[in-house]
C-alpha cells in the first residue's frame, strides 16, 4: 500500500511540473508574437506620430478660421 501511494505522489508531483513547463513554454511563445505585432505597428504609427507632431507645431502659431478649438470649449 504504502509503495502505491508513494508512486501516485511521484507521479502527481511529475504531472504537476510537466503542466508548469508546458504552460510556460505556451506563455512565452504567445508573449514573442506580442511583442512582434507591437514592434511591427511601433514601425507603422512611427511615421504617421511625426507627421502629425510636424504638422500640429505647423499650425501652432495660427489662428483657427471658424472659432475656438474643441479642446478650450470643453474646459
Known sequence: MREIFIGVSILGVFGVLSWMAFTLI????RTEVMSVKIEQNNEMLKPLW???IRRSAAYDNKTIKHGEASVKIWK
Open 50 to 52: 511625426e507627421d502629425f
Open 26 to 29: 505556451t506563455v512565452d511563445k
